[in-house]
Protein backbone atom coordinates (compact mmCIF):
# COMPACT_ATOMS: atom_id res chain seq x y z
CA UNK A 1 0.00 0.00 0.00
CA UNK A 2 2.55 1.85 0.46
CA UNK A 3 4.33 2.10 -2.54
CA UNK A 4 1.07 2.07 -4.26
CA UNK A 5 0.59 5.61 -2.49
CA UNK A 6 3.64 6.59 -3.06
CA UNK A 7 3.51 6.12 -6.88
CA UNK A 8 0.15 7.71 -6.68
CA UNK A 9 1.56 10.84 -5.46
CA UNK A 10 4.75 10.83 -7.48
CA UNK A 11 2.50 10.90 -10.85
CA UNK A 12 -0.04 13.30 -9.55
CA UNK A 13 3.22 15.26 -8.57
CA UNK A 14 4.35 15.35 -11.66
CA UNK A 15 1.67 15.77 -13.86
CA UNK A 16 0.64 18.78 -11.87
CA UNK A 17 4.77 20.22 -12.17
CA UNK A 18 4.60 19.88 -16.11
CA UNK A 19 1.55 21.90 -16.09
CA UNK A 20 3.50 24.74 -14.65
CA UNK A 21 6.55 24.30 -15.24
CA UNK A 22 6.60 23.67 -19.17
CA UNK A 23 4.95 26.72 -20.00
CA UNK A 24 6.72 28.50 -17.22
CA UNK A 25 9.53 27.92 -19.25
CA UNK A 26 8.52 28.67 -22.22
CA UNK A 27 7.46 31.92 -20.62
CA UNK A 28 11.29 32.53 -19.17
CA UNK A 29 12.82 31.47 -23.00
CA UNK A 30 10.37 34.20 -24.28
CA UNK A 31 11.48 36.92 -21.89
CA UNK A 32 15.17 36.48 -22.48
CA UNK A 33 14.62 36.60 -26.32
CA UNK A 34 12.04 40.05 -26.02
CA UNK A 35 14.73 41.68 -23.18
CA UNK A 36 17.57 41.18 -25.90
CA UNK A 37 15.55 42.80 -28.76
CA UNK A 38 14.72 45.45 -26.69
CA UNK A 39 17.95 46.30 -25.72
CA UNK A 40 18.97 45.52 -30.09
CA UNK A 41 16.36 47.99 -30.34
CA UNK A 42 16.86 50.37 -27.56
CA UNK A 43 20.72 50.53 -29.80
CA UNK A 44 19.28 50.67 -32.81
CA UNK A 45 17.31 53.58 -31.54
CA UNK A 46 20.44 55.79 -30.11
CA UNK A 47 21.64 55.80 -33.93
CA UNK A 48 19.07 56.93 -35.45
CA UNK A 49 19.93 60.64 -34.82
CA UNK A 50 23.47 60.37 -36.19
CA UNK A 51 22.25 58.81 -39.33
CA UNK A 52 19.52 61.01 -39.99
CA UNK A 53 21.91 64.12 -39.58
CA UNK A 54 25.17 63.31 -39.91
CA UNK A 55 28.07 62.41 -42.55
CA UNK A 56 29.15 59.01 -43.60
CA UNK A 57 32.68 59.33 -41.79
CA UNK A 58 30.80 60.23 -38.25
CA UNK A 59 28.42 57.41 -38.51
CA UNK A 60 31.11 55.08 -39.35
CA UNK A 61 32.70 56.25 -36.32
CA UNK A 62 29.55 55.57 -34.40
CA UNK A 63 28.18 52.67 -35.62
CA UNK A 64 32.11 50.85 -34.76
CA UNK A 65 31.72 52.49 -31.30
CA UNK A 66 28.31 50.98 -30.65
CA UNK A 67 29.18 47.34 -32.02
CA UNK A 68 32.40 47.37 -30.14
CA UNK A 69 30.36 48.29 -26.92
CA UNK A 70 27.29 45.97 -27.51
CA UNK A 71 29.25 42.77 -29.27
CA UNK A 72 26.56 42.55 -32.09
CA UNK A 73 26.84 43.41 -35.60
CA UNK A 74 25.62 46.87 -36.75
CA UNK A 75 25.36 47.64 -40.21
CA UNK A 76 24.07 51.20 -41.69
CA UNK A 77 22.77 51.02 -45.15
CA UNK A 78 22.77 54.95 -46.63
CA UNK A 79 20.46 55.84 -49.68
CA UNK A 80 23.06 55.59 -52.00
CA UNK A 81 23.94 51.62 -51.78
CA UNK A 82 26.97 52.55 -48.98
CA UNK A 83 27.11 50.06 -46.39
CA UNK A 84 28.99 51.23 -43.22
CA UNK A 85 29.96 49.04 -40.13
CA UNK A 86 29.64 45.33 -40.77
CA UNK A 87 29.21 44.30 -44.21
CA UNK A 88 26.36 42.12 -45.27
CA UNK A 89 24.35 42.02 -48.17
CA UNK A 90 20.87 43.98 -48.24
CA UNK A 91 18.09 41.10 -46.54
CA UNK A 92 14.88 41.21 -47.72
CA UNK A 93 13.81 42.94 -44.11
CA UNK A 94 16.68 45.80 -44.90
CA UNK A 95 14.88 46.14 -48.37
CA UNK A 96 11.38 46.51 -46.82
CA UNK A 97 12.74 48.78 -44.50
CA UNK A 98 13.92 51.51 -47.08
CA UNK A 99 10.77 51.97 -48.41
CA UNK A 100 10.05 53.69 -44.49
CA UNK A 101 8.87 51.00 -42.50
CA UNK A 102 10.72 49.23 -39.37
CA UNK A 103 10.20 45.76 -38.63
CA UNK A 104 12.12 42.63 -36.37
CA UNK A 105 12.91 39.33 -38.16
CA UNK A 106 14.05 36.08 -38.13
CA UNK A 107 17.71 35.10 -40.21
CA UNK A 108 20.20 32.51 -39.90
CA UNK A 109 21.96 34.47 -37.76
CA UNK A 110 19.93 35.08 -35.15
CA UNK A 111 17.15 37.86 -34.76
CA UNK A 112 17.24 41.17 -37.19
CA UNK A 113 16.11 43.86 -35.48
CA UNK A 114 15.74 47.06 -38.45
CA UNK A 115 14.74 50.47 -38.17
CA UNK A 116 13.94 53.22 -41.06
CA UNK A 117 16.02 56.30 -40.29
CA UNK A 118 13.48 59.18 -42.78
CA UNK A 119 14.81 62.88 -42.74
CA UNK A 120 18.05 62.43 -45.20
CA UNK A 121 18.20 65.10 -48.31
CA UNK A 122 19.46 61.81 -50.47
CA UNK A 123 16.18 59.51 -48.68
CA UNK A 124 15.49 56.85 -46.60
CA UNK A 125 18.77 55.19 -44.13
CA UNK A 126 18.12 51.63 -42.50
CA UNK A 127 20.10 50.73 -39.16
CA UNK A 128 20.23 47.22 -38.83
CA UNK A 129 21.20 45.09 -35.53
CA UNK A 130 21.84 41.51 -35.30
CA UNK A 131 20.57 39.48 -32.31
CA UNK A 132 22.89 36.51 -32.30
CA UNK A 133 21.45 32.89 -30.97
CA UNK A 134 23.45 32.77 -27.87
CA UNK A 135 22.26 36.78 -26.86
CA UNK A 136 18.63 35.18 -27.07
CA UNK A 137 18.95 32.70 -24.95
CA UNK A 138 20.90 34.00 -22.13
CA UNK A 139 20.06 32.44 -18.82
CA UNK A 140 17.65 30.35 -20.12
CA UNK A 141 19.72 26.97 -19.57
CA UNK A 142 20.33 28.10 -15.98
CA UNK A 143 16.45 28.86 -15.23
CA UNK A 144 15.30 25.43 -16.69
CA UNK A 145 17.99 23.58 -14.59
CA UNK A 146 16.69 25.88 -11.61
CA UNK A 147 12.94 24.91 -12.79
CA UNK A 148 14.31 21.28 -13.33
CA UNK A 149 15.64 20.92 -9.80
CA UNK A 150 12.53 23.18 -8.00
CA UNK A 151 10.15 19.89 -9.49
CA UNK A 152 12.51 16.81 -8.37
CA UNK A 153 12.49 18.76 -5.19
CA UNK A 154 8.69 18.93 -4.88
CA UNK A 155 8.54 15.75 -6.13
CA UNK A 156 10.88 14.46 -3.11
CA UNK A 157 8.75 16.34 -0.82
CA UNK A 158 6.08 14.70 -1.91
CA UNK A 159 6.78 11.45 -1.33
CA UNK A 160 8.10 12.61 1.59
CA UNK A 161 4.98 13.57 3.13
CA UNK A 162 2.87 10.56 1.27
CA UNK A 163 5.45 7.89 2.67
CA UNK A 164 4.53 9.70 5.79
CA UNK A 165 0.66 9.82 5.17
CA UNK A 166 0.96 5.97 4.26
CA UNK A 167 2.71 4.72 7.85
CA UNK A 168 -0.19 6.47 9.46
CA UNK A 169 -2.74 3.73 7.53
CA UNK A 170 -0.36 0.80 7.02
CA UNK A 171 0.69 0.56 10.33
CA UNK A 172 -3.00 0.00 11.83
CA UNK A 173 -3.38 -2.47 9.45
CA UNK A 174 -0.58 -4.94 10.01
CA UNK A 175 -1.53 -4.35 13.48
CA UNK A 176 -4.91 -6.05 12.52
CA UNK A 177 -3.21 -8.32 10.55
CA UNK A 178 -0.87 -9.32 13.40
CA UNK A 179 -3.73 -9.29 15.90
CA UNK A 180 -5.76 -11.69 13.75
CA UNK A 181 -3.07 -14.35 12.81
CA UNK A 182 -2.34 -14.18 16.54
CA UNK A 183 -6.23 -15.09 16.90
CA UNK A 184 -6.02 -17.89 14.43
CA UNK A 185 -3.88 -19.29 16.82
CA UNK A 186 -5.71 -19.29 19.63
CA UNK A 187 -3.76 -16.94 21.01
CA UNK A 188 -7.67 -15.57 22.37
CA UNK A 189 -6.09 -12.80 24.69
CA UNK A 190 -4.29 -10.81 21.88
CA UNK A 191 -6.29 -7.45 21.22
CA UNK A 192 -4.80 -4.27 19.26
CA UNK A 193 -5.03 -0.79 19.94
CA UNK A 194 -6.95 1.18 17.82
CA UNK A 195 -5.28 3.53 15.87
CA UNK A 196 -5.33 5.71 12.52
CA UNK A 197 -8.40 6.81 10.69
CA UNK A 198 -11.86 6.07 12.29
CA UNK A 199 -12.58 3.52 9.80
CA UNK A 200 -9.57 1.50 11.11
CA UNK A 201 -10.41 2.49 15.10
CA UNK A 202 -13.74 1.22 14.40
CA UNK A 203 -12.43 -1.91 12.60
CA UNK A 204 -9.97 -2.71 15.42
CA UNK A 205 -12.56 -2.17 18.40
CA UNK A 206 -15.06 -4.99 16.13
CA UNK A 207 -12.22 -7.51 16.24
CA UNK A 208 -11.16 -7.07 19.73
CA UNK A 209 -14.92 -7.27 20.21
CA UNK A 210 -15.16 -10.46 18.05
CA UNK A 211 -12.08 -12.00 20.06
CA UNK A 212 -13.52 -11.13 23.17
CA UNK A 213 -16.93 -12.82 21.73
CA UNK A 214 -14.70 -15.81 20.78
CA UNK A 215 -13.92 -16.18 24.85
CA UNK A 216 -17.21 -16.23 25.90
CA UNK A 217 -18.53 -18.80 23.50
CA UNK A 218 -15.96 -21.35 24.07
CA UNK A 219 -16.54 -20.84 28.00
CA UNK A 220 -20.17 -21.44 27.58
CA UNK A 221 -18.74 -24.40 25.21
CA UNK A 222 -16.37 -25.70 27.91
CA UNK A 223 -18.95 -25.67 30.72
CA UNK A 224 -21.64 -27.50 28.81
CA UNK A 225 -19.10 -30.07 27.79
CA UNK A 226 -18.08 -30.57 31.53
CA UNK A 227 -21.74 -30.88 32.27
CA UNK A 228 -22.22 -33.47 30.25
CA UNK A 229 -19.62 -35.53 31.66
CA UNK A 230 -20.26 -34.53 34.48
CA UNK A 231 -23.73 -36.46 34.24
CA UNK A 232 -21.93 -39.79 32.99
CA UNK A 233 -21.04 -40.54 36.60
CA UNK A 234 -24.43 -41.35 37.69
CA UNK A 235 -24.40 -43.83 35.39
CA UNK A 236 -20.89 -44.91 36.15
CA UNK A 237 -21.85 -45.35 39.73
CA UNK A 238 -24.35 -47.27 39.37
CA UNK A 239 -21.94 -49.58 37.08
CA UNK A 240 -19.75 -50.05 39.78
CA UNK A 241 -21.82 -50.75 41.96
CA UNK A 242 -23.45 -53.63 39.78
CA UNK A 243 -19.77 -54.84 39.60
CA UNK A 244 -19.52 -55.69 43.15
CA UNK A 245 -22.77 -57.48 43.45
CA UNK A 246 -21.36 -59.84 40.81
CA UNK A 247 -20.42 -63.12 42.61
CA UNK A 248 -17.15 -63.69 40.27
CA UNK A 249 -14.67 -61.62 41.83
CA UNK A 250 -11.84 -61.69 38.90
CA UNK A 251 -15.26 -60.48 36.55
CA UNK A 252 -16.27 -57.87 39.19
CA UNK A 253 -12.45 -56.90 39.49
CA UNK A 254 -12.74 -56.58 35.95
CA UNK A 255 -15.57 -54.41 35.34
CA UNK A 256 -14.72 -52.34 38.62
CA UNK A 257 -11.04 -51.88 37.04
CA UNK A 258 -12.58 -50.77 33.47
CA UNK A 259 -15.60 -48.84 35.25
CA UNK A 260 -12.30 -46.40 37.49
CA UNK A 261 -10.68 -45.60 34.19
CA UNK A 262 -13.77 -44.62 32.67
CA UNK A 263 -14.28 -42.65 35.58
CA UNK A 264 -10.81 -41.21 35.68
CA UNK A 265 -11.54 -40.46 31.50
CA UNK A 266 -14.62 -38.33 32.50
CA UNK A 267 -13.06 -36.48 35.24
CA UNK A 268 -9.96 -35.57 33.25
CA UNK A 269 -12.28 -34.04 30.47
CA UNK A 270 -14.18 -32.31 33.14
CA UNK A 271 -10.84 -30.92 34.26
CA UNK A 272 -9.62 -29.96 30.84
CA UNK A 273 -13.34 -28.42 29.88
CA UNK A 274 -13.51 -26.54 32.81
CA UNK A 275 -9.36 -25.30 33.57
CA UNK A 276 -8.25 -25.54 29.69
CA UNK A 277 -5.33 -23.35 29.89
CA UNK A 278 -2.52 -22.35 27.21
CA UNK A 279 0.41 -24.31 28.46
CA UNK A 280 3.30 -23.01 29.99
CA UNK A 281 5.33 -24.56 28.14
CA UNK A 282 6.33 -26.73 24.79
CA UNK A 283 4.39 -30.18 24.88
CA UNK A 284 5.83 -33.34 25.45
CA UNK A 285 5.44 -37.01 26.46
CA UNK A 286 7.66 -40.13 26.39
CA UNK A 287 5.55 -42.21 23.44
CA UNK A 288 7.38 -45.38 24.40
CA UNK A 289 5.83 -45.77 28.10
CA UNK A 290 2.23 -44.46 27.06
CA UNK A 291 1.84 -46.49 24.32
CA UNK A 292 3.12 -50.11 26.18
CA UNK A 293 0.66 -48.53 28.91
CA UNK A 294 -2.15 -48.77 26.33
CA UNK A 295 -1.90 -51.48 24.69
CA UNK A 296 -1.61 -53.38 28.08
CA UNK A 297 -4.75 -51.85 28.76
CA UNK A 298 -6.58 -53.49 25.62
CA UNK A 299 -4.64 -56.16 26.07
CA UNK A 300 -7.42 -57.51 28.27
CA UNK A 301 -10.10 -57.13 26.20
CA UNK A 302 -8.14 -58.67 23.37
CA UNK A 303 -8.04 -61.98 25.07
CA UNK A 304 -11.18 -61.96 25.89
CA UNK A 305 -12.41 -61.50 22.33
CA UNK A 306 -9.35 -63.66 20.95
CA UNK A 307 -7.46 -61.48 18.93
CA UNK A 308 -3.45 -62.03 18.89
CA UNK A 309 -1.52 -58.98 19.74
CA UNK A 310 1.86 -58.56 18.24
CA UNK A 311 3.83 -55.46 19.90
CA UNK A 312 7.10 -54.12 18.95
CA UNK A 313 8.17 -51.03 21.15
CA UNK A 314 12.02 -50.08 20.68
CA UNK A 315 13.75 -49.04 24.08
CA UNK A 316 12.28 -46.07 25.23
CA UNK A 317 12.39 -43.25 26.19
CA UNK A 318 11.20 -42.11 22.88
CA UNK A 319 9.97 -38.12 23.52
CA UNK A 320 7.44 -36.83 21.27
CA UNK A 321 6.30 -32.98 21.09
CA UNK A 322 2.42 -33.58 22.54
CA UNK A 323 1.23 -33.93 25.61
CA UNK A 324 0.79 -37.40 27.65
CA UNK A 325 -3.26 -37.38 28.08
CA UNK A 326 -3.70 -36.49 23.66
CA UNK A 327 -1.12 -39.28 23.00
CA UNK A 328 -2.70 -41.70 25.24
CA UNK A 329 -6.32 -40.44 23.47
CA UNK A 330 -5.04 -41.10 19.68
CA UNK A 331 -3.41 -44.60 20.59
CA UNK A 332 -6.87 -45.73 22.45
CA UNK A 333 -8.47 -44.31 19.38
CA UNK A 334 -6.33 -46.00 16.87
CA UNK A 335 -6.87 -49.41 18.62
CA UNK A 336 -10.50 -48.74 19.91
CA UNK A 337 -11.12 -48.64 15.89
CA UNK A 338 -8.97 -52.41 15.45
CA UNK A 339 -12.12 -53.22 17.69
CA UNK A 340 -14.74 -51.31 16.49
CA UNK A 341 -15.22 -52.27 12.69
CA UNK A 342 -12.74 -55.92 12.69
CA UNK A 343 -14.85 -59.15 13.38
CA UNK A 344 -13.85 -61.08 17.13
CA UNK A 345 -10.58 -63.14 16.15
CA UNK A 346 -8.41 -60.40 14.12
CA UNK A 347 -5.33 -60.10 14.99
CA UNK A 348 -3.26 -56.65 15.20
CA UNK A 349 0.18 -55.71 15.50
CA UNK A 350 1.41 -52.64 17.49
CA UNK A 351 4.76 -50.96 16.59
CA UNK A 352 6.31 -48.26 17.50
CA UNK A 353 10.07 -47.06 16.74
CA UNK A 354 11.81 -43.53 15.84
CA UNK A 355 12.35 -43.06 11.57
CA UNK A 356 14.47 -39.99 10.79
CA UNK A 357 13.65 -37.66 13.43
CA UNK A 358 10.18 -38.59 14.04
CA UNK A 359 8.67 -41.53 16.09
CA UNK A 360 6.03 -43.88 14.08
CA UNK A 361 3.31 -45.88 15.57
CA UNK A 362 2.44 -48.37 13.42
CA UNK A 363 -1.44 -50.13 14.07
CA UNK A 364 -2.23 -53.02 11.54
CA UNK A 365 -4.88 -55.23 11.62
CA UNK A 366 -5.94 -58.42 9.30
CA UNK A 367 -9.27 -56.85 9.01
CA UNK A 368 -11.47 -56.00 6.17
CA UNK A 369 -9.20 -52.69 5.56
CA UNK A 370 -9.80 -48.86 6.10
CA UNK A 371 -13.21 -47.22 4.29
CA UNK A 372 -12.86 -44.78 1.87
CA UNK A 373 -13.40 -41.24 3.74
CA UNK A 374 -12.55 -42.45 7.21
CA UNK A 375 -9.88 -39.65 8.42
CA UNK A 376 -13.02 -36.93 8.22
CA UNK A 377 -14.50 -35.65 11.26
CA UNK A 378 -17.82 -36.68 12.33
CA UNK A 379 -18.43 -39.12 8.99
CA UNK A 380 -18.03 -42.91 9.09
CA UNK A 381 -19.18 -45.69 7.16
CA UNK A 382 -19.44 -48.23 10.43
CA UNK A 383 -22.10 -46.19 12.11
CA UNK A 384 -19.65 -44.83 14.46
CA UNK A 385 -18.70 -41.34 15.27
CA UNK A 386 -16.01 -40.88 13.01
CA UNK A 387 -14.06 -38.64 15.36
CA UNK A 388 -11.28 -41.69 16.47
CA UNK A 389 -8.82 -41.02 13.22
CA UNK A 390 -9.43 -37.33 13.61
CA UNK A 391 -8.50 -37.50 17.38
CA UNK A 392 -5.16 -39.30 16.28
CA UNK A 393 -4.59 -36.79 13.48
CA UNK A 394 -4.54 -33.89 15.58
CA UNK A 395 -2.47 -35.72 18.01
CA UNK A 396 -0.07 -35.87 14.82
CA UNK A 397 -0.23 -32.15 13.54
CA UNK A 398 0.07 -30.72 17.76
CA UNK A 399 3.46 -32.60 17.04
CA UNK A 400 4.41 -31.88 13.84
CA UNK A 401 3.44 -34.77 12.35
CA UNK A 402 0.78 -36.25 10.11
CA UNK A 403 -1.66 -39.35 10.11
CA UNK A 404 -1.21 -41.79 7.64
CA UNK A 405 -3.69 -44.70 6.00
CA UNK A 406 -2.46 -47.81 4.22
CA UNK A 407 -3.27 -51.09 3.60
CA UNK A 408 -1.54 -53.62 5.76
CA UNK A 409 0.76 -56.11 5.23
CA UNK A 410 -1.83 -59.13 5.34
CA UNK A 411 -4.55 -57.03 3.50
CA UNK A 412 -5.90 -55.23 6.71
CA UNK A 413 -5.78 -51.67 7.82
CA UNK A 414 -2.53 -49.91 8.97
CA UNK A 415 -2.62 -46.71 9.96
CA UNK A 416 0.91 -44.90 11.09
CA UNK A 417 1.09 -42.00 13.47
CA UNK A 418 4.23 -39.58 12.44
CA UNK A 419 5.13 -37.68 15.87
CA UNK A 420 7.68 -35.48 15.70
CA UNK A 421 10.06 -34.12 18.45
CA UNK A 422 9.76 -32.09 21.69
CA UNK A 423 9.77 -28.14 20.26
CA UNK A 424 12.63 -25.98 22.43
CA UNK A 425 11.31 -22.99 24.01
CA UNK A 426 13.45 -21.10 22.13
CA UNK A 427 11.54 -22.59 18.68
CA UNK A 428 8.57 -21.94 20.16
Known amino acids: MRARLALLVAAVSVLTLIAFLVPLALLVR????????????????????????????????????????????????????????????????????????????????????VIAVQGRADGTGVIRIVVPQHELTAGVTRAWLVLALLGVILVLIGLLVADRLARTLVRPIS?????????????LDARVTPAGPPELREVAGALNHLATRIQVLLVQEREQVADLSHQLRTPLTA?????????????????????????????????????????????????AAIVADRVAFWSVLAEDTGRAVTLDLAPGPLPVGVAADDLAAAVDALLGNVFAHT??????????????????????????????????????????????????????????????????????????????????????
Open 239 to 287: LRLEAESLRDPEDAARITAAADGLERAVTGLIRQARWRHSPAGPAASDA
Open 30 to 113: TVAEDRATVRATADAQSLVPVVGTADAATIRLTVEQLAAESGRPVSVFLPDGTVLGAQTPRTPAVALAARGQSLTGESAAGREV
Open 343 to 428: PDGTSFAVRLAPDAGEVVLSVADEGPGMPAGAVRRGASAAGSTGLGLDIARRAAQAAGGRLELRTGPRGGAQVLLRLGPPTSPRQA
Open 175 to 187: DLSAVSHRLANAE
